[in-house]
């Protein structure tokens, strides 16, 4: 009585045990293979040289402040159709002569401060197309890419007098340069010029002595400032170092 007891349902245990076995598919319970990972090819772009400089437009102003060259280092996402494009923008400071109020010459420490990575897409084009041909490569890119920036300030001069503006002077907000180009990708390439027209937005947090934001945001901020450089390939694919 006692190992019918126990018998029975160590034998239905082993019964569902098999079925169970039995109809499971072959691998239906081994893990997932890993997935493969997504094309990513790195490039880099230089911006700007000592003879044709990058250069940002003040509308308000009327200046336009130069900048010594920098650079675009990102990955493509691919080289066959619409792809995902990601990258870092590095141009160093600059400084810029203004004349605010049309009379009073003023002088600033400007630093473009990236929100992030800069990201859009391309579209790839081989040699055989009419415009890509015209790039003097065999591979080139429609690329539209944005890239959010601050604009920063410091060492601030009116009329040759210091103007306090605090460590923090920058835009409440950054800046959505938007540069829509047909670059080559392929080695050896020439310059192509990109230009993009922005809008500054208020500034907020140039406090020294006093709060003078809403001061530059009357001088600088506003629409239709353009953003303007030459790109030229440095390197693509294996050609890049990390």
């Known amino acids: 009585m006692t190992l019918t007891r126990f018998a029975l349902p160590l034998v239905l245990a082993v019964a569902a045990f098999s079925l169970g076995a039995a109809e499971a598919a072959p691998g239906e319970n081994a893990p997932p293979p890993p997935q493969a990972a997504a094309t990513q090819i790195p490039f880099g772009f230089t911006l700007g040289d000592a003879q044709q400089p990058t250069t940002s437009h003040v509308a308000k102003l009327g200046s336009d402040i130069a900048f010594p060259p920098g650079t675009f280092d990102g990955f493509l996402g691919g080289l066959t159709n619409t792809v995902p494009i990601t990258g870092k923008l590095t141009i160093p400071p600059a400084n810029g002569y203004f004349v605010a109020f049309r009379f009073m010459p003023t002088t600033g420490r400007v630093e473009i401060v990236p929100d992030g ?50 460590p923090g002077c920058r835009t409440a907000q950054p800046a959505a340069v938007n540069i829509k180009a047909l670059v080559p990708i392929s080695p050896p390439a020439p310059p192509v010029k990109v230009t993009s027209t922005f809008t500054t937005p208020p500034f907020a947090g140039c406090v020294g002595h006093e709060d003078v934001s809403r001061l530059l945001t009357g001088l600088v901020s506003g629409p239709g400032n353009t953003f303007v450089s030459n790109l030229q390939l440095r390197c693509f694919s294996t050609g890049c170092k990390p």
């Open 117 to 166: 990575d800069a990201s859009g897409t391309a579209t790839v084009r081989t040699g055989k197309d009419k415009d890509c041909k015209a790039t003097q490569t065999n591979i080139c890119a429609d690329t539209d890419v944005t890239a959010k920036v601050f604009i920063k300030l410091s060492d601030v001069k009116v009329d040759g007098k210091p103007l306090d503006v605090g």
